[in-house]
């Protein structure tokens, strides 16, 4: 205990005694504390005490800094009081750049477009202030001008003085409008393509070769090939025993005892005659109405021809008017005439007796469907629609176009009256459906569902209750005709090919069975209730394009196929 007093000095304020004056008796002693760390130079703290003191800012021009700023001293202006609240950031500071002073400016890119492409034509533009002019070119007028604010024409006056400026004048010679060296500066004048430069000799190789160009132009003009033929010789060829029987009738009109044998139609099963005579693919086919002891086809070889199919069954009458191809035809209501679309832009009203064309409508554009209106007293009326998505009317007494129906995105396909023949029914390419009033160019009915797809056929069931319309998904497609147009869900027929190419769907007379032919040339029969598949006949080497029921052989059935043949099948 004697030790442990002696190690501590007199006086000293953790000597036992002092402790146990100051803490119970019950506290540990404690020794003295020492350090090893080394003796540290406090001149330094000194200073940046002294100079936090005084709060001076920091002299930006100063190269060595002998002590540690704090943030205030960095931001401090050199000048001026700084300002109590404002933030102590960056922001605030002298931001040098090597390329100079850096300022955030908030420019919209329309402006910094603008004033970009002014400097680039004009050699100025305006800095983000909007208070100065930059760059060598000053502009002419107090106002500036940018590319987007000058006129036209302007533009078009500076462009000339900037390329005078840059060449060199023109020789006194080019300043007369009557010499050829005015031509030759002024390129872009009305004259340039009328006048011709200086001559220039040809070498030898050139000058046989222009002879020799000259030489084949001239032969072609002998032949009569360098001109397209605008018009084409309208004629008819009869090839028949004779027009007029001993009693007076025409040989287009149907027999007195034609009616139906049986109210009960019934699937064909082999072919009884081929009529062959198109050099090409046959594209349509339509019975005789009401009696079909007629047949009307149309091919692209040009030509429509009729065919007898009760007695001879051969060509009656060909129709030569069209100079290319022809797309559609349709009987009127009598079959006394019909109408004809080609590819060559016309429409043709015949004559079915004498091979005569009426007249001939056209307006520049391919007519895909050509209709007459079904009721009597509008057999004047006609419909066609066309390949610039319209359908257009005609009223053929006067020849005028009397209506046009506008609302399709693509080409018309189809015409199909319903309702009475108040409304008729549009399909087009571009995969809907329009119900129309007659006389109205307003859609009253607009059908098109992400599903669908081009309907180039349409046909009318025998109880103008429904409609069948050939969908390019390889399948056939029932839609009422009452108010709503609805799709029938419950009956579609399918099993067919018919993708890329208008195969006609038809109806057989007393409703039982839908027809159509399909793209590997096979005709494909279904039965209306239970819509499955009830036959298929292979008809043709190629597409099989249209079918045709007979009027009144209920058992008999027309195809026709690109192959260029028209079977008849029983």
Known sequence: MDLLQSSYAPGDA????????????????RLPSKSAAPAVDETALALSAAAASTSRPLDPSLHLIPFNP?????????????????????????????????????????????????????????????????GDAQPQAPDLDTVYN????????????????????????????????WVVHN???????????????????????????????????????????TEVVVKSTFHGKEEKDYQGRSWITPPKDAKATNERCYIPKRCVHEWIGHTKGVSAIRFFPKYGHLLLSASMD??????????????????????????????????????SAGYDRNIQYWDTETGQVISTFS?????????????????????????????????????????????????????????????????????????????????????SEPHMHSMPSIAVHPNSNWLAAQSLDNQILIYSTKERFQLNKKKRFAGHIVAGYACQVSF????????????????????????????????????????????????KVATCGWDGVIKYWD
């Open 14 to 29: 953790s000597s036992p005694e002092d402790e146990s004056l100051s803490s119970p008796d019950t506290s540990p002693l």
């Open 70 to 134: 704090t943030a205030d001293q960095l931001w401090a202006p050199v000048l001026g009081p700084q300002h109590p609240h404002a933030p102590i950031s960056s922001a605030s500071g002298h931001r040098n750049h090597k390329l100079g002073h850096v300022e955030d400016a908030a420019l919209l890119p329309f402006l910094f477009d603008e004033q970009y492409n002014t400097f680039h034509r004009f050699g100025y533009a305006s800095d983000p202030s909007g208070l100065h002019i930059i």
């Open 150 to 181: 000058l006129p036209p024409s302007e533009h078009k006056r500076r462009r000339i003085q900037s390329r005078e400026e840059n060449h060199e004048p023109l020789p006194p010679e080019a300043q007369n409008p009557a010499s050829d060296e």
């Open 187 to 229: 390129k872009q004048s009305p004259w340039a393509g009328n006048r011709e430069g200086p001559p220039v000799e040809l070498t030898d190789e050139q000058r046989q070769y222009a002879e020799a160009h000259a030489a084949k132009k001239a032969e072609k003009e002998a032949r009569g090939e360098g001109k397209e033929k």
């Open 302 to 339: 040009c030509k429509i021809k009729i065919w007898d199919v009760l007695e001879s069954k051969t060509c009656m009458r060909t129709y030569m008017g069209h100079s290319k191809a022809v797309r559609d035809i349709s009987f009127s209501n009598d079959g006394s005439k019909f109408l």
């Open 363 to 447: 307006t520049g554009k391919v007519p895909y469907v050509v209709k007459l209106n079904p009721d009597e007293d509008k057999q004047h009326i006609l419909l066609a629609g066309m390949s610039d998505k319209k359908i257009v009317q005609w009223d053929m007494k006067s020849g005028q176009i009397t209506q046009e129906y506008d609302q399709h995105l693509g080409a018309v396909n189809t015409i199909t009256f319903v309702d009475n023949n108040r409304r008729f029914v549009t399909s087009s390419d571009d995969k809907s459906l329009r119900v129309w009033e007659f006389g109205i160019p307003v859609v009253i009915k607009y059908i």
């Open 508 to 555: 057989s007379p007393d409703g039982r069975f839908v027809m159509s032919g399909d793209g590997e040339g096979s005709c494909w029969f279904w039965d209306w209730k239970s819509c499955r598949r009830f036959k298929t006949l292979k008809c043709h080497n190629g597409v099989c394009i249209g079918c045709e029921w007979h009027p009144l052989e209920t058992s």
